[in-house]
């Protein structure tokens, strides 16, 4: 079916609701379509049981229904077998998975990890807080002015003692896509693995796992049209025996006994006690809204989205952009000058224009550019040229308001 | 008068152009930090005290027009004032804009922010500094 945010937008009721609702917060969570809720709906209205318990038909039936969701995660990212998939809360629990389960057990003191300047804090304290316990380096690739990384600059602060490569694919906050092939073949060249922060590029663009090689990947379900409280660690088969569980409970032992326990492999390692069922379910229906549409057309239209914005933008003049970046999704950040980036926003909202304000949870990165905060405008695929012409209209109405 | 001239009162306006005592003090004899890690703003109050009396208050920093207008007319009005009169003024002032007071409002200006009773999403910006103050005076009274 060719790309249409017109169609796509009458599939998420929230704008029927307010139908002049105008919203730009799409990295921060999207909307979800029709198909989503009803599949959370119908799970507790007509299939509610526990999973991998009981016997009798609604719980197997549950149950597989959980697991297909772990095959389709498969096939969406063209990947490996569906048991590198485990579900988690959200990318933060991912990463935080990835620290406690994995890092921690093998990070000596002098090893070091590699991070950008442009994580957001998820991606950045868990690394930075067991360098610290463990007395390890934390290394920061810097930016170039248009805010993008310096992949010289990144390939020399690979060392015999770096233990991982923690990256985001795309920043929250300038909109950069990251080179992952070229700074997954550098750190594989030292056989360091890779974790990729997904969560502003999975769902927004065709994500390959096999070509790419990432080792781990993580990313949210709610902002990819999923509900919230469900994410998904991807991690390579080669780690499975590496990772431990980080959470204790039922469901992911072999065997317990009063003086110890076995576990059951990865992913159900990591599954312990009853798990986001709805939400796993909620999720499956949220990829497969996403199998509906050209996800690579649906991406040009954000990026177009973008460009117009960036033009008007600097066509309506005292507002900067952060960032330049040539390789962008349709996330861009920008200040009005002399204006807070909350009374902007506020004077947005009285439109029905919802976008960010504040930090975005990348502090170190807006400090090093030298602003405490911006106004971040995100798109999706149901926002529409109106939307952008909409919001530009209203900045001009803003800098006369504060004239 | 639309929601945003509500929001924007002509007194907030004003106290964000033109901000009381707006300026670092870097000897000053104490200074605490307003800041709200959701949205980044920060502000440095500088304190001058004299036998439990807010002698000066000067601020700086950044903020929205709410946060900065707020903490423009706190300055303005502890001046001068014995600790335990400010701490009054302080939980008249945030009571005020909660729309949970009881007393009669201390000082008009704190009607610019009526707007806050209906626009909640912004209490946050007009308590900041307000708030980071009552803590010193609870912290300086025990």
């Given at each position: 079916?060719?790309f249409?945010p017109?169609?796509i ?7 029927e609701r ?7 917060d799409?990295a921060?969570?999207t909307q ?5 809720i009803k ?10 049981a526990n999973?991998h ?8 039936q549950?149950?597989?229904k ?6 389709q995660?498969?096939e969406?990212?063209?990947?490996d077998s569906?048991n590198?998939?485990s579900f988690?809360?959200g ?7 990835v ?9 000596q ?6 991070i950008?300047a442009?994580?957001?804090h998820?991606?950045l304290i868990?690394?930075q807080?067991l360098?610290?316990?463990?007395r390890?380096?934390l290394q920061?690739?810097p930016?170039?002015e248009?805010?993008?990384i310096?992949?010289?600059q990144f390939?020399?602060?690979?060392t015999q003692?770096?233990k ?10 300038l ?7 070229e700074i ?5 060249q ?7 922060d ?5 769902g ?13 990947l993580v ?19 080669k780690?499975?025996?590496?990772i431990?569980a980080?959470?204790f409970?039922g ?8 003086n110890?326990t076995?576990w059951?492999?990865?992913?159900h ?9 709805a ?5 499956g229906k949220?990829l ?5 549409f050209?996800?690579?057309e649906?991406?040009s ?6 460009i117009l ?5 600097k066509?309506?003049g005292?507002i ?5 970046p040539?390789h962008?999704s ?12 909350h009374d902007?926003?506020?004077f947005l909202?009285e439109q029905?224009i919802?976008?960010?304000?504040g930090?975005?949870c990348?502090q170190?990165l807006l400090?090093s ?14 926002n529409i040229e109106?939307d952008?012409?909409?919001l530009v209209?209203?900045l ?8 | ?5 509500k929001?924007?009162?002509e007194?907030i ?14 000897d000053a004899?104490?200074?605490?930090r307003?800041?709200n ?6 502000f440095?109050i500088?304190i001058e005290v004299?036998?439990k009396v807010f002698k000066?208050l000067?601020f700086?920093g950044?903020g929205c027009?709410i946060?900065?207008?707020s ?7 502890l ?10 003024i302080?939980k008249?002032f945030?009571a ?6 009881n007393?009669?409002v ?5 009607k610019?922010f009526s707007?806050?009773?209906e ?10 500094s307000w708030?980071?103050i009552l803590r010193f005076?609870e912290?300086?009274?025990k």
């Amino acid at each position: 079916m060719p790309f249409d945010p017109t169609t796509i937008k009458k599939q998420f009721p929230i704008f029927e609701r307010f139908p002049d609702l105008v919203y730009l917060d799409n990295a921060a969570t999207t909307q979800k379509p029709r198909s989503v809720i009803k599949a959370i709906s119908d799970f507790y209205t007509y299939e509610n049981a526990n999973i991998h318990r009981g016997v009798y038909n609604l719980s197997a039936q549950v149950t597989q229904k959980y697991e297909a969701v772990r095959q389709q995660l498969s096939e969406f990212f063209e990947g490996d077998s569906p048991n590198c998939f485990s579900f988690c809360s959200g990318a933060t629990e991912g990463i935080n998975w990835v620290v406690k389960g994995y890092l921690e057990n093998i990070l000596q003191e002098g090893d070091n990890v590699v991070i950008s300047a442009m994580e957001h804090h998820a991606n950045l304290i868990p690394w930075q807080q067991l360098c610290i316990k463990n007395r390890a380096k934390l290394q920061v690739i810097p930016l170039n002015e248009k805010g993008e990384i310096d992949l010289q600059q990144f390939s020399t602060l690979l060392t015999q003692r770096t233990k991982i490569v923690a990256l985001t694919h795309v920043s929250n906050t300038l909109g950069t896509i990251n080179p992952i092939a070229e700074i997954v073949e550098l750190a594989h060249q030292k056989a360091i693995p890779v974790l990729i922060d997904g969560a502003q590029s999975v769902g927004h663009f065709p994500i390959n796992l096999y070509d790419l090689a990432i080792d781990f990947l993580v990313f949210s379900g709610h902002k990819i049209f999923g509900p919230t409280g469900i994410g998904v660690l991807y991690c390579k088969e080669k780690y499975h025996d590496q990772i431990k569980a980080t959470k204790f409970g039922g469901g992911s032992i072999k065997e317990v006994s009063f003086n110890e326990t076995s576990w059951k492999n990865y992913p159900h390692s990591m599954e312990a006690g009853t798990p986001h069922i709805a939400g796993v379910i909620g999720l499956g229906k949220a990829l497969g809204f996403i199998n509906e549409f050209d996800l690579t057309e649906a991406f040009s239209h954000e990026q177009k989205l973008a460009i117009l914005l960036k033009e008007n933008l600097k066509s309506i003049g005292g507002i900067e952009l952060l960032g330049n970046p040539t390789h962008f999704s349709g996330i861009a950040s920008f200040i009005v000058e002399n204006i807070h980036p909350h009374d902007v926003a506020s004077f947005l909202a009285e439109q029905e224009i919802a976008v960010r304000a504040g930090h975005h949870c990348t502090q170190p990165l807006l400090a090093s550019m030298g602003v405490p905060a911006t106004v971040r405008v995100s798109f999706s695929v149901y926002n529409i040229e109106e939307d952008v012409v909409k919001l530009v209209e209203v900045l001009k109405e803003l800098k006369k308001f504060w004239l | 008068m639309s929601n945003m001239d509500k929001l924007y009162h002509e007194i907030i306006k004003q106290h964000h152009k033109q901000p009381y005592h707006f300026s670092k003090v870097e000897d000053a004899m104490m200074s605490i930090r307003a800041n709200n890690p959701i949205c980044g703003d920060r502000f440095d109050i500088f304190i001058e005290v004299e036998n439990k009396v807010f002698k000066t208050l000067h601020f700086h920093g950044f903020g929205c027009a709410i946060s900065k207008a707020s903490s423009s007319i706190m300055l303005q009005l502890l001046e001068g004032k014995p600790f335990s009169e400010a701490e009054g003024i302080c939980k008249n002032f945030l009571a005020y804009i909660h729309n949970t007071l009881n007393e009669p409002v201390y000082h008009t200006d704190f009607k610019a922010f009526s707007a806050l009773h209906e626009q909640t999403a912004r209490l946050d910006c007009a308590a900041l500094s307000w708030l980071e103050i009552l803590r010193f005076l609870e912290e300086k009274m025990k």
